[in-house]
């Protein structure tokens, strides 16, 4: 499974991005298509994920009410529509998918730049 992330960017405060992550080869392995993001200087964290096929999502708190993941199977796409945005979610996004009964994330992408700043 190949994993492109893109669409990472500069944006104020208050602003918002959609992340994509395009994915291609064997799709039918995946269960749990995830997005990840790491801060400079600190660990990477978990920020949502999607079940590939019953939609069911999950968040981490800090981004909920903020921050929508989905998924478009018939492109084999994973989008985070990010609101609202604050200058503590600027990170580097990575898409990452997790085979059916894995229990870690196998596959990640190149990652993407997000950068809140006025």
């Known amino acids: 499974v190949q994993l492109q992330a893109f669409g990472g960017g500069l944006v104020q405060p208050g602003g918002f991005l959609r992340l994509s992550c395009a994915a291609s080869?064997?799709?039918?392995?995946?269960?749990?298509m995830g997005w990840y993001r790491q801060a400079p200087g600190k660990q990477r964290e978990f920020v949502a994920s999607?079940?590939?096929?019953?939609?069911?999502?999950d968040y981490v708190d800090s981004v909920k009410g903020r921050f929508t993941i989905s998924r478009d199977n018939a492109k084999n796409m994973v989008y985070l529509q990010m609101n609202s945005l604050k200058p503590e979610d600027t990170a580097v996004y990575y898409c990452?998918?997790?085979?059916?009964?894995?229990?870690?994330?196998?596959?990640w992408g190149q990652g993407t730049l997000v950068t809140v700043s006025s």
């Open positions: 080869g064997s799709i039918f392995s995946i269960n749990t």
């Open positions: 990452a998918a997790r085979a059916v009964a894995a229990t870690t994330y196998d596959f």
């Open positions: 999607i079940r590939r096929l019953a939609g069911s999502a």
